[in-house]
């Protein structure tokens, strides 16, 4: 499959590139890696010897999808997934692109692990793979990482992945610093010591289950200073996973005072809430925490508008021994490279974000934010595509995911839509079954 | 010597995990037979056969005293097998997962299952992975359903009723697993509940259950029938949740002079083991108002009730 490089004529789409702002009925031609043009009619008059005909009706065309927060596990974590899981997932799910987190045992911490990523992943993922760096050394909050050399070696932002960075004066440093560089700073905005013994969002909830909770307050006070440090410094700056309404306040002044600041909501907490733990159900343990119905809506409408710039699938492979577990002891992460497309179209079914700016969200915004050549359908671009079915229903069931792990939140699910052809670089990486 | 119980009460559910979820006509039927084996406990021939053949376990991955005794009493005095799991010395200790433990545990056919353990939600989990019945016998800070039991009937056999009296229960609410079982079980028998704590000891939300919160002792046993008291454990107070002991205990500890605030004929309760001279005066525990002896010997005749109104349930029985 991978050796096949034949011109690929998707005809009669629905095209949607949000990187040019179209969303039009017509073909898309690829050939040599790149795409070629879309256009209407092109047909197969127009197109070379050889070419593979796609008849796409009633289905759409659109970059493949670029997640920019996966925790991959690879390299230390190899039992849970490593690279060529996760880009097998990927391809499933129509993600062309992972942006892989440092949280790897070594951390990514230094520009020779940078190296091994993208050689491990040159040579065994099926999907482009890009590293975030982690932004203090050992991702212990205390100093900056090589900023320069860990770009230069191709990471494409600086995050501390899951942890925060505590220590006011080292972020502040890391962000004038990384200004120099024009780095992007992605940050997890989590205070440690009020998230405390927390274990899901705080409220009637939590209280009913005699769990501890984990203040919103936990992720706006950091957010805020943060953004206070922000303006201070002009550094580039990216909130990780925004999860509440007051977050949303808090990111919406800033952008309304011209900052460059954005932010990324992961598909869970756009599609999932609190009530959704249940009994105890600790592939619903996230962090940050599930929060109510209140903040989800305030979420599917921030992403609407664009205050939310992005959708990722914060995909946290977890086995047995770290998640059958009782709630407070299970470890928190879900996967969801397969099911960030499937899930969020919820929202589209719904009418409550359309389909552009879903797109966008997890193409053209990511590209733009992270430099990445993907994320469009422009003529000359690489050749990144994905077709999806946009109805048809499919309940998930676990076996089939090709990641490791199998702590789906939407295990047995129904779903409406999926990807049902991904294509990376030219050549065909995933093709649905039954379609 | 079998004498049949008159009441004939089936508790139509496999396991007890909680109070929430019982029904009015459940935890009435479980107090009235738990009735019959208060009468029988105080014979000097306490044996029953209902649970004859059957295994009981008793798997307690945090001490206790009391509860674990009474289980293994209310097991013996029933006719069945019981076994204490020494977790302390066993496989879990030695890392072997809770649900590793419930499958050994499992394949020795227990037919009932008495656990506590530290986290919220462990219960559930292991009564997903056995076959048998599970009680829950305290579970983090989310319920403990026995001990709302035994509670209520402490107070209905000493004020006749449960409805409409106010209940006020003081102290760590927001690590309670009693408060919580005790607040379920006292608003669906149709109490007033007040919950008297300062706010660092009081869950978020709280007042969503149904009941009255305050942060005042005079406030909070005003007219009351029941003041309930809850143990502080040591490491909250030194300033992580309340600054001393001598603070807690002028604020919130239960002494004559605070007592005074609620009606005469106010009775104190204390699920134990006390804190004396933390959240509660010696004078007031041992005093006349006080149910806390009566509440262990309440605890074996629930426990009693619990396991038969189960049993009764179980497959061939």
Known sequence: MLSDRRPILLANARIIDPSRDLDFAGDLLIAEGVIREGKRGIGAAGVPEGTEQIDCRGRIVAPGLIDMRAFVGEPGAEHRETLASASQAAAAGGVTTIVCQPDTNPPIDDPAIVDFILRRARDTAIVHVHPMAALTKGREGTEMTEIGLLKAAGAVAFTDGAKSVTNAQVMRRALTYARDFDALIVHHTEDPDLIGEGVMNDGELASRLGLSGVPKAAETIMLERDLRLVALTGGRYHAASITCAESIDVLKRAKDRGMAVTASASVNHLTLNENDIGPYRTFFKVAPPLRTNDDREALVEALASGLIDVVMSDHNPQDVETKRLPFAEAAPGAIGLETMLSASLRLVHDGRVDWTRLIDAMSARPAKLLGLPGGTLRPGAPADVIVIDPDIPWVLDPDELKSKCKNTPFDEARLQGRVIRTIVAGRTAYEYASA | ?317
């Open chain 2, 1 to 317: 010597m079998n004498i049949a119980a008159s009441s004939s009460f089936v508790l139509n559910r496999r396991h007890l995990l909680g109070i929430e979820g019982l029904s009015h006509a459940e935890i009435v039927g479980l107090l009235d037979l738990s009735e019959e084996f208060v009468s029988l406990n105080r014979q000097i021939e306490k044996k029953r056969t209902s649970l004859r053949g059957r295994t009981q376990i008793n798997l307690f991955f945090e001490s206790s005293t009391r509860t674990q005794s009474s289980f293994e009493l209310a097991g013996k005095r029933l006719g069945a097998d019981v076994m204490n799991m020494a977790v302390a010395s066993s496989a879990i200790k030695k890392g072997e997962t809770l649900i590793d433990t419930a499958i050994t545990l499992n394949a020795m056919h227990p037919d009932i299952l008495v656990m506590r353990h530290h986290a919220s939600g462990a219960v559930e989990l292991l009564s997903q992975k056995v076959d048998g019945s599970v009680i829950n016998a305290g579970d983090g800070a989310h319920e403990h359903p026995t001990q709302a039991l035994l509670d209520a009937l402490t107070i209905r056999r000493n004020k006749g009723r449960i409805e409409g009296l106010i209940v006020a229960i003081c102290g760590d609410i927001l690590h309670s697993r009693v408060a919580r079982s005790n607040i379920i079980l006292l608003t669906t028998l149709g109490a007033r509940v007040r919950l008297v704590a300062p706010s660092t000891l009081l869950p978020s939300g709280i007042e969503r259950l149904g009941v009255e919160v305050t942060r005042d002792m005079r406030e909070g046993l005003a007219d009351a029938d029941i003041v309930m008291m809850l143990r502080l454990q040591r490491e909250r107070m030194n300033g992580s949740f309340v600054p001393s002991v001598q603070e807690y205990f002028a604020y919130f500890g239960l002494d004559a002079r605070k007592l005074a605030y609620a009606k005469k004929d106010a009775l104190v309760m204390h699920p134990g083991p006390m804190n004396r001279g933390v959240e509660i005066d010696s004078h007031v525990a041992d005093g006349a108002q006080s149910l806390i002896r009566e509440q262990v010997e309440m605890g074996v005749a629930v426990r009693m009730a619990v396991l038969e109104a189960l049993s009764r349930n179980l497959p061939n029985a």
